[in-house]
């Protein structure tokens, strides 16, 4: 299903570029490396990539300015490459629109794990090949999701662009209505990196999709928080 996507690997450090490089080829995926942003702009320019692997440390342009800089051009979903104690990297690469992280060094199982699943979202979401004709659509407070064509659209009927991430999200939430969800279970619904960065990347998403859905943010009256418990989404 995933075989024809091509990943984009930006890494400047030649030993971890190979090895991923390898490893997903080996995967069945085709594979375009840069070891620099300059190099992944051309990449993208001339490539038709699925999947972007992006190291937060890269030799001529900061990391997080750089996410923040392709979400304003593409919904191609980003995970980005962070060293162990890089916590606060992981949650500000969320806030700027990446859709997960792996902490290096990278496990290999772990990988495949992680873009397996994102290539699986991003096919059922017609986001590349559609492999499954779901008709789905998730109706709340006058917003409806579409899980088929991947496009959330207001009460006006305006689309609203979400990251990756932040549909699966909200999808979630949306299918869920009315229950309150906790924390951990959102996070097993959206990641699989429980380990650190926990909790808070729950609420990072929630916050950037409250910005996009809500009338006040501040005071939410679609996403509840449920002090000591988690959130719920109300219809
Ligand atoms: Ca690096």
Do not use: C
Request: glycine residues 6%.
């Amino acid at each position: 299903m995933a075989d024809n996507a091509h990943l984009l690997i930006v890494e400047d450090d030649e030993f971890v570029q190979s090895l991923l490089a390898a490893y997903l080829k080996k995967s069945g995926h085709r594979v375009t490396t840069a070891g620099s942003a300059a190099e992944m702009f051309v990449a993208l320019d001339h490539e038709n990539i699925s999947l972007i692997l992006l190291d937060l440390g890269l030799p001529d342009e900061d990391g997080i300015a750089l996410v923040r800089q392709l979400r304003t051009r593409l919904q191609t979903p980003i995970i980005v490459l962070t060293a162990r104690q890089g916590r606060d990297d992981k949650i500000s690469a969320l806030e700027v629109g990446a859709d997960d992280f792996l902490t290096k060094p990278v496990d290999p199982e772990e990988l495949s794990l992680r873009d397996d699943n994102m290539l699986r979202r991003l096919s059922n979401s017609g986001g590349m090949q559609r492999v499954s004709d779901d008709l789905e659509k998730l109706l709340f407070a006058g917003w409806s999701l579409d899980i088929a064509a991947d496009i959330l659209r207001s009460p006006d009927g305006e689309e609203v662009k979400l990251t990756r991430a932040e549909f699966d999200l909200l999808t979630v939430l949306a299918r869920a209505q009315n229950r309150v969800l906790s924390r951990a279970y959102l996070l097993d619904a959206v990641s699989r990196d429980s380990n650190e960065a926990g909790d808070r990347v729950i609420d990072v998403l929630i916050s950037r999709i409250r910005k996009k859905i809500e009338t006040n943010s501040r005071k939410p009256q679609i996403i509840h928080t449920v002090a000591g418990r988690g959130y719920r989404l109300t219809s």
